[in-house]
């Protein structure tokens, strides 16, 4: 089925450093949606984006749906420790019946 | 109201026994799946059920495991003749509809010995 890839595997920063993480697909996308688990958690949805060059925010993440339809980025201003898990994207699979994950990107956030 | 539900939270089993795995969707999801979660690594799709009917099994990585949800709410994970690389955290997600999105329950965690 279809994948979807992510880049950083690993991302580590000073609290007060902003962070990105990206994700990719060979194929065009429906939607793509937002993820993240705490250490120790389960997968707790953060947001779905729809529309080519979609751009949503939530505090400080902000989230973009590429004009494609084929790469998305989650952008952290200013990480704080609460920011600390791994986020994980995930697409439509290639017969559009569920969503297929990433491998996630694990942020770790130095106080 | 009430989240996901799975139980067992932890499952240890030794090699080659027989586990089920339970999981109590929010009421009214019509929308269920499955992932089997190893460490370090993201969710990886196992089945996806639109009410009673698995609509999609192709994560099923061979035929000792299998699923059922007979009446289009709970759900069993069943895996025959355990082995040790069935050792993950087993996830279930519903969702209100297909490619909605979904809420996870907390896991359970299989150790096969």
New interface residues.
């Given amino acids: 089925g279809q994948q979807v890839m992510q880049i950083p595997q690993y991302q580590h920063v000073q609290e007060g450093e902003d962070f990105t993480t990206y994700c990719n697909s060979s194929t065009t996308l429906s939607n793509i949606q937002w993820y993240k688990q705490r250490p120790g958690g389960h997968p707790v949805f953060l947001i779905q984006l729809v529309k080519s060059g979609e751009v949503k925010k939530q505090k400080r993440l902000t989230f973009q749906f590429g004009e494609a339809k084929k790469n998305s980025s989650l952008h952290i201003t200013a990480t704080q420790t609460t920011d600390v898990g791994t986020y994980f994207c995930a697409g439509p699979s290639d017969n559009n019946n569920d969503m297929r994950f990433g491998a996630g990107t694990r942020l770790t956030v130095k106080p | 109201g009430a989240g996901v539900s799975q139980t067992p939270s932890n499952k240890v089993t030794e090699k080659g026994k027989y586990v089920e795995l339970r999981c109590d969707p929010i009421s009214g999801h019509t929308?269920l799946?499955w992932?089997r979660q190893s460490l370090?690594?993201?969710?990886?799709?196992l089945i996806?059920f639109q009410g009673t009917g698995a609509?999609?099994d192709?994560?099923l990585p061979n035929d000792r495991f299998f699923a059922v949800r007979p009446e289009g709410s709970v759900s069993t994970l069943k895996i025959q003749r355990t082995e040790r690389g069935d050792s993950a955290v087993y996830?279930c997600?519903s969702s209100p509809q297909?490619?909605d999105?979904?809420?996870?329950?907390?896991?359970t965690r299989l150790t096969v010995l």
């Fill in positions: 929308a799946y992932y370090g690594q993201g969710p990886e799709f996806y609509a999609d192709s994560g996830l997600a297909q490619l999105t979904q809420y996870f329950g907390p896991g």
